[in-house]
């Protein structure tokens, strides 16, 4: 207890601080863990939270907790001198700085933020060159789906189906359907996650239903929406939600996939 105390009371008198390229990293929150391996960090990261799971490797990383909620002492055994985190309202985190555990914060809330965020993670653990480099790219791709012509097709992003929720103005989903050149049907609900109804979907008329592939059918939901708005009156597509739910680098993949679903046919 003494020795506990103490390490308090030293981190309160000297805050932590990332003065050289951290080694031993935790990534908080899965959008992190993608950062850092993209920007070819992967080697510095000990520890994840749950759904840490991409690309492969980052399977094999010790599991300190979710993004929600860290077990410190967990975490603490892992020798960590840096932690990137959503918020440090996540239970867990204000005690990890306490005992001198450098946060950084990332929680990307559109492009350029995610940008910013990739080039800190990249001078904090001395990959700048492969951080710009990675940034670089992610611009160039992102330039030239904004240089496509735009299909304005209606599009309902069916963020879940019981109870029904979609995303609204705030959402970050209604910036790539816009940056994908569609609109979002309830972009003027401003509200990120909005409950609707079935009534007010067909009243928005949309042309293009996205369906996350996350527990459920894509089958299913086809045949949901077309005994609703009629059969061969509205097209599908089912993506992976990883990669437009997680603000890290492959949002891009996300986004041009979305693209080509507004501008092309069916995705089945």
């Given at each position: 207890?003494k020795?506990?105390?103490l390490?308090?009371?030293?981190?309160?008198?000297?805050?932590?601080?990332?003065?050289?390229?951290?080694?031993r990293?935790l990534?908080?929150?899965?959008?992190?863990?993608?950062?850092?391996?993209a920007?070819?960090?992967?080697?510095?990261?000990?520890?994840?939270?749950?759904f840490?799971?991409?690309?492969?490797e980052?399977?094999?990383?010790?599991?300190?907790?979710?993004?929600?909620?860290?077990?410190?002492?967990?975490?603490?055994?892992?020798?960590?001198?840096l932690?990137?985190?959503?918020?440090?309202?996540?239970?867990?985190?204000?005690?990890?700085?306490?005992?001198?555990?450098?946060?950084?914060?990332?929680?990307?809330?559109?492009?350029?933020?995610?940008?910013?965020d990739?080039?800190?993670?990249?001078?904090?653990?001395?990959?700048?060159?492969?951080?710009?480099?990675?940034?670089?790219?992610l611009?160039?791709?992102?330039?030239?789906?904004?240089?496509?012509?735009?299909?304005?097709?209606?599009?309902?992003?069916?963020v879940?189906?019981?109870?029904?929720?979609?995303?609204?103005?705030?959402?970050?989903?209604t910036d790539?359907?816009?940056?994908?050149?569609?609109?979002n049907?309830?972009?003027?609900?401003n509200v990120?996650?909005p409950?609707?109804?079935?009534?007010s979907v067909?009243?928005a008329?949309?042309?293009?239903?996205?369906?996350?592939?996350?527990?459920?059918?894509?089958s299913?939901?086809?045949t949901?929406?077309?005994?609703?708005?009629?059969?061969?009156?509205?097209r599908?597509?089912?993506?992976?939600?990883?990669?437009?739910?997680?603000?890290g680098?492959?949002?891009?993949?996300?986004l041009?996939?979305?693209?080509?679903t507004?501008?092309?046919g069916?995705n089945?």
């Amino acid at each position: 207890m003494k020795r506990l105390l103490l390490a308090l009371l030293m981190a309160a008198l000297f805050p932590a601080t990332v003065t050289a390229a951290a080694q031993r990293v935790l990534a908080l929150t899965p959008h992190a863990c993608e950062m850092l391996y993209a920007i070819n960090a992967g080697a510095q990261l000990v520890g994840g939270v749950s759904f840490c799971d991409y690309p492969a490797e980052a399977n094999n990383l010790p599991r300190i907790g979710s993004y929600e909620r860290i077990n410190v002492e967990a975490a603490l055994r892992l020798k960590p001198d840096l932690a990137v985190a959503m918020s440090r309202n996540v239970v867990g985190v204000e005690m990890l700085e306490k005992m001198g555990v450098a946060i950084v914060i990332s929680n990307p809330t559109g492009f350029e933020t995610m940008f910013d965020d990739i080039l800190k993670l990249g001078s904090l653990t001395g990959h700048s060159v492969e951080a710009t480099k990675l940034v670089q790219n992610l611009r160039e791709r992102l330039q030239k789906v904004r240089s496509l012509p735009r299909s304005e097709v209606p599009v309902f992003y069916e963020v879940w189906h019981d109870p029904m929720l979609t995303a609204g103005g705030p959402s970050f989903i209604t910036d790539l359907i816009h940056e994908a050149g569609g609109r979002n049907v309830f972009a003027d609900i401003n509200v990120e996650t909005p409950h609707v109804n079935v009534e007010s979907v067909i009243r928005a008329k949309p042309e293009l239903i996205v369906v996350p592939l996350e527990e459920r059918s894509i089958s299913d939901r086809r045949t949901f929406w077309e005994r609703w708005l009629g059969k061969d009156k509205v097209r599908f597509a089912a993506i992976n939600p990883d990669i437009l739910h997680r603000p890290g680098p492959r949002l891009l993949d996300g986004l041009e996939l979305l693209q080509k679903t507004l501008s092309a046919g069916d995705n089945p």
